[in-house]
Structure formats: structure tokens, C-alpha cells
């Protein structure tokens, strides 16, 4: 596996390839590498010639200090896991590398930006898409892939992709969860012991909310989810049900053909997400 930390020498290396009219398939990390993480590359690499993953902690899409800082960071376990599952190509820039100037960008994502994560996070999203963009300029894959458990990130680089005809294919990948249904993310490992026990009750919660479904309005569900939550020693930031595709929350079944459950959280100072779809497919 080869470590590129300069812009200038990645499109040089992958030029190369581009000539030989290789395929290049792309997966975006902040690194702090997990199974959900090696379930894409896996993909990309069924999927593509070459395989590229970047690891940089974005600083611009963190709106808490403290999180950026204590940010899990293990660059020789991530090259480790790398290098075992055959990517061919890490890029590894420093801040200073990917932002030489201040970043001015500003993106208009309509509501989508502005509901669920983005409420709570003012301008993570314009950090993401700032980053993404810049990443798939620097990179220009025929594949990117995308985890389903950050699902509003998903449908926002969607649309980034469709408003400026960036020419990359975007693959969502499902939720790769621990044994007991938690799903993975780099920010478990900051969970006490005591609060990685209570941690899965939150995909136990979605599992009973989609057999529910079948029997409660939508807003008795989400007051069946606000009393429930409760029984535990969450803080719940938010517990919506929104359209799949278009992310609009719904006020009736009808409303989706494939409504999608998505739930905040705080479990002491660590924050966690999760969705669910809520009809079988």
C-alpha cells in the first residue's frame, strides 16, 4: 500500500492508473478504523481496479471543540487494518495540506442541512460537503462509498453529487453493527464500560419501533420512542421519522414508501446516532 500526503503527488500516482483506464473506487474516513469501515473497502475493492481510502479528521465539520480534540486517532492500527484488506492507496494530508487558505465556501443544501443532525450541529454539513467536494476533485474517483449509519450525510452528498454534476457514483453501505446491535462508530471506543453496556438498548428501541409501526400512527410511535427513551440514562436530542429518500419528516404512513426512523443521542458525554428503515425490504 502506498501513504500519499501531498495533492500534487496523489494526482500524479492516479493519473497513472487513469491512462491504463483503471477504476478507481474511493472510501473517505476520519480514520480510528472499524468492521463498518472494512465492510466498504471490502466493496470497493469487489467493485473497482484500485482502491483509495483517505484518513483526515476534518476540523471544519466539528462545531464542539472538545470532540475534534479527543477524537480517537491510531494511524498504525489504521494502516494495519489497510493494508490487510488490500487498499492499494492511502491518502494521508494534514490540515494545512487540504486547507492552505481559510475556507470561505458556503453551500445551500435547502432544509436538509437545517433539520435532524444539522439543528443540533450548525455548519457540520457545509464542513462535510466542503471536505467531500474537495476530496473528490483531489481524488476523482468512479466510486465513492458511504456508510448508512451517518444517513443525512448520505443524502446530502447525493445531492452535492446531482447540483454540480461531480462524475462519481455514490454507494451506500449498510450499517455494520457489533453482536449485540450497536451500531459501529469511531466514538464508541470513548464509551465507559458501564455505558457500553446501556449503549445497544438504542438499536433495541428501533428494532421494537419497527414492529410498532405496523400498529401505531406515526405520532404515537415517536411518543411511545420519547417515553421509552426515558427508562435509561439518555439525553434524546431528537427521534424523527422522515422519508427515505427526500429526508422530509412524514405525519402519516402514506406519506413514504419507505420511511426511515433516525435517533440522537447522549450517553454521558458521548453522543451517538442510529436509523432504521421500518418496512421490511
Not at 7 to 36: S, W
Not at 137 to 159: C, R, S, T
Not at 235 to 253: C, G, M, N, Q, R
Not at 257 to 275: Q, S, T
Request: aromatic share 10%; with cysteine.
Amino acid at each position: 500500500m502506498e501513504i500519499v500526503k501531498h495533492i500534487q503527488d496523489i494526482n500524479n500516482l492516479l493519473k497513472t492508473y487513469r491512462t491504463k483506464r483503471l477504476t478507481i473506487g474511493f472510501v473517505p474516513t476520519m480514520g480510528a478504523l472499524h468492521e463498518g469501515h472494512v465492510s466498504m473497502i471490502r466493496k470497493a475493492r469487489n467493485e473497482n481496479d484500485i482502491v483509495v481510502c483517505s484518513i483526515f479528521v476534518n476540523p471544519i465539520q466539528f462545531n464542539n471543540k472538545e470532540d475534534l480534540e479527543k477524537y480517537p486517532r491510531n494511524l498504525e492500527r489504521d494502516i494495519e487494518i489497510l493494508s490487510k484488506n488490500s487498499c492499494d492507496i492511502l491518502f494521508y494530508p494534514d490540515v494545512e495540506e487540504m486547507y492552505p487558505e481559510e475556507v470561505q465556501t458556503k453551500y445551500d443544501f435547502g432544509y436538509l442541512d437545517k433539520i435532524l443532525e444539522g439543528e443540533y450541529r450548525p455548519g457540520h454539513f457545509n464542513g462535510v460537503a466542503v471536505v467531500v467536494k474537495k476530496l473528490f476533485d483531489i481524488i476523482e474517483p468512479d466510486k465513492a462509498y458511504f456508510g448508512e449509519k451517518d444517513f443525512q450525510q448520505l443524502v446530502i452528498i447525493k445531492k452535492l453529487v446531482n447540483d454540480f454534476t461531480i462524475p462519481v457514483k455514490i454507494i451506500p453501505c449498510p450499517i455494520i453493527r457489533e453482536n449485540d446491535g450497536l451500531a459501529m462508530s469511531s466514538r464508541n471506543m470513548r464509551l465507559t464500560p458501564d455505558e457500553r453496556k446501556i449503549a445497544p438498548a438504542i438499536y433495541q428501541l428501533l428494532m421494537r419501533s419497527k414492529g410498532k409501526a405496523k400498529t401505531l400512527s406515526v405520532e404515537h410511535l415517536k411518543k411511545w420512542i420519547a417515553d421509552e427513551i426515558k427508562k435509561f440514562p439518555f439525553i434524546l436530542e431528537y427521534f424523527e421519522i422522515a422519508d427515505s429518500v427526500t429526508l422530509k419528516p412524514i405525519i402519516k404512513w402514506e406519506e413514504s414508501e419507505n420511511p426511515i426512523a433516525l435517533i440522537a443521542v447522549y450517553l454521558g458525554k458521548i453522543r451517538l446516532i442510529d436509523n432504521m428503515f421500518l418496512k421490511d425490504e
